[in-house]
C-alpha cells in the first residue's frame, strides 16, 4: 500500500511532534512514525521544560500525541526501515511495508548513549545513573557523586559538576590519568580512582555503592557518566548526510541537511540535548519546511494559470 502526504517525520520524540502540530496548524498532511524507544524512557521525570518541569517523559509524549488529534497529523507506532530523498520528494518504507510518499521528510530520531559497559549500570540508569548534570544535577545537589568515563571526558564532566556537587570522585575503570590531566583537577578537591569497576551496586533504582576489582568500596549517592552516544538510527547515513567529527548530523539553524528534502531536528544534530531545545527544534524545522512547501504552492498554481 502506497500513501501519499505532505510530510512524514520519522520518530515521536519532542522534536518530531513539535514539528507535527506546527505543521499541522499549517494545514499540511503528516504522518509521524515512532519506533518507541524514545532516549529518557528509563528516567521518571523529565527537567527543563517551561510549565512541564517534572513531568514523566512517556506522559509528556502521551499529552503531545493527544494535542495531535485536533489535526490532520496520524502517528503510527511502527518502524520505518528503508528512506529515499530525491529532489522530487521522498519515501519511507514501513516495517509493515507499507510506503508513505511525501513531498518532504524529517528524521527526530536522536542519540542513544553508550552506558557504560558495568554490571549494574542497566538497572541503576535513569534514576540513579545519568550523562547530563542540567538534567538531574539538582536532584543529586550536595550529594557524593561518582563520575564515570575516560580521563579527559571524565575530568570535564566532574569540573561541570562542581557547580552542583563538591563531593566528587573520578572513576576511569582502568585508564591511566596523565599528570597533565591531574594538573586540571588541582585544587578542586576532586578525587581520582584508576582501577577497574566490577560492579554498580544499589536497590530500587538507587546506586549505593561503586565496587573496584582493587581497593576499597566507594559508597556513592548517583553516577554520572560521558562515555559519547551513536544516532540511533542508521537513516541520516543511509541518505547520504555528513556527520560532524562527533557523530551528529550536519545541518543549518533550520534543521536543513543538504540532502534534496530532508530534515533533521532533535538531539541528531548535536546541539544542546534538551527536551524544550528538541521541542524548539522541531518547530523551527516545521517553518522551513513549510516555507518550501507554500513555495512549491506557488510555483505550481502559476504553471496552471
Known amino acids: 500500500m502506497t500513501e501519499s502526504v505532505d510530510v512524514v517525520i520519522v520518530g515521536g520524540g519532542p522534536a518530531g511532534l513539535s514539528a507535527a502540530l506546527l505543521l499541522g496548524r499549517c494545514r499540511r498532511r503528516v504522518v509521524v512514525c515512532d519506533a518507541g524507544r524514545p532516549r529518557n524512557a528509563c528516567a521518571p521525570h523529565s527537567h527543563g521544560y517551561l510549565t512541564r518541569d517534572g513531568v514523566p517523559p512517556l506522559d509528556l509524549l502521551a499529552m503531545a500525541r493527544e494535542e495531535l488529534r485536533a489535526y490532520d497529523v496520524r502517528v503510527r507506532d511502527i518502524e520505518v526501515t528503508r528512506v529515499t530523498c530525491t529532489p522530487s520528494g521522498a519515501e ?33 540508569y535513569g534514576v540513579s545513573i545519568h550523562h547530563c548534570p542540567y538534567c538531574d544535577g539538582w536532584e543529586n545537589r550536595d550529594r557524593p557523586l561518582a563520575v564515570y568515563g575516560p580521563p579527559d571526558q571524565a575530568i570535564g564532566l566532574a569540573l561541570s559538576l562542581l557547580t552542583w556537587s563538591r ?14 590531566a591531574r594538573a586540571r583537577l588541582e585544587g578542586t578537591g576532586i578525587a581520582v580512582r584508576t582501577e577497574r569497576l566490577t560492579a554498580l551496586e544499589g536497590t530500587d533504582g538507587r546506586l549505593e555503592r561503586v565496587v573496584f576489582a582493587k581497593g576499597p568500596v566507594l559508597e556513592r549517592h548517583a553516577l554520572f557518566f560521558n562515555t559519547g552516544q551513536v544516532q540511533r538510527s542508521p537513516l541520516a547515513e543511509h541518505l547520504g548526510c555528513t556527520f560532524t567529527t562527533k557523530g551528529h548530523v550536519r545541518c543549518d539553524r533550520k534543521g536543513r541537511t543538504g540532502v534534496a528534502n530532508l530534515f533533521v531536528a532533535g538531539d541528531a544534530n548535536g546541539d544542546v540535548q534538551f527536551v ?7 518547530a523551527k524545522a516545521a517553518v522551513a519546511i513549510n ?3 507554500q513555495a512549491e504552492d506557488a510555483v505550481e498554481g502559476a504553471a496552471r494559470r
Open 92 to 124: 519511507a518504507v514501513l516495517a509493515d511495508g507499507t510506503t508513505l510518499r511525501g513531498r518532504k521528510l524529517l528524521i527526530a530520531t536522536g542519540v542513544s548513549d553508550v552506558r557504560p559497559d558495568v554490571t549494574g549500570c542497566d538497572a541503576l
Open 276 to 282: 524544550v531545545v528538541a521541542a524548539a527544534e522541531g
Open 291 to 293: 516555507k518550501e512547501l
Open 167 to 180: 563531593d566528587l570522585v573520578i572513576c576511569t575503570d582502568g585508564r591511566r590519568v596523565s599528570a597533565a
